[in-house]
């Protein structure tokens, strides 16, 4: 009886220093608006990708190995959104937990399609139903109590401990200084917060 070897095949490893490069993006981040019928986005199609993440935020693509780094808040990096569903498949947490926000097309596509298409089309909008977007994070300053509870309390936990950071940072720098507000706030996310000088 002949036994045959299985042939091995690799997937190519892609050079992601040409197509991952940063971009000064800046745009609101609108999930409402979408096109009609299914979604077929290319797999090459470039996206606009913002760290939502204080600090340095790595993604390691499980498929072709590349590492993918942010290095603060903010940053919009662009990849192929072959990148984007390697990371759903592999790394999903940066979906769960917002720990990226997908702000639109890098290239051509932004003609065609909305970015919440790219949501659509990877099945992620479940995870940004309710959001806190960095582009956004000076209104917090403005909300009355009522809308505090009702904008915090449907936060994910890694968007409440975002949230946080920013409150202490708003409060350090006197741009947060109502102690109603901030009562609100800690009473929301269940922990204390700096008090203004």
């Known amino acids: 009886m002949a036994t045959t070897a299985k042939k091995k095949t690799t997937t190519p490893k892609v050079d992601m220093s040409d197509v991952i490069v940063p971009c000064e993006e800046t745009t609101e981040l609108d999930l409402t608006k979408t096109t009609a019928g299914t979604v077929r986005i290319d797999d090459t199609a470039l996206i606009?990708?913002?760290?939502n993440v204080f600090g340095e935020l790595i993604f390691v693509d499980p498929v072709t190995k590349e590492k993918i780094s942010w290095h603060q808040c903010g940053e919009v990096l662009q990849?192929?959104?072959s990148?984007?569903?390697?990371?759903?498949?592999?790394?999903?947490?940066?979906?769960t937990n917002q720990l990226v926000l997908i702000t639109g097309f890098a290239d051509e596509?932004?003609?065609?399609?909305?970015?919440?298409?790219?949501?659509?089309?990877?099945?992620?909008?479940?995870?940004?139903?309710?959001?806190?977007?960095?582009?956004n994070?000076?209104?917090?300053?403005?909300?009355?109590?009522?809308?505090?509870?009702e904008k915090v309390s449907v936060l994910s936990g890694g968007a409440k401990a975002k949230l946080v950071v920013v409150l202490n940072?708003?409060?350090?720098?006197?741009?947060?200084d109502s102690l109603k507000a901030i009562k609100t706030f800690e009473e929301v996310l269940g922990c204390d917060l700096k008090r203004p000088d």
């Open 48 to 51: 606009n990708v913002r760290s």
């Open 79 to 81: 990849m192929p959104l």
């Open 83 to 95: 990148t984007l569903r390697h990371m759903k498949n592999g790394a999903v947490k940066f979906f």
């Open 109 to 135: 596509n932004a003609e065609k399609f909305e970015v919440a298409d790219i949501y659509k089309a990877l099945y992620i909008s479940q995870y940004y139903k309710e959001i806190l977007d960095p582009a």
């Open 137 to 149: 994070y000076d209104d917090i300053c403005n909300w009355k109590p009522a809308e505090i509870k």
């Open 169 to 176: 940072t708003y409060i350090e720098k006197g741009i947060l």
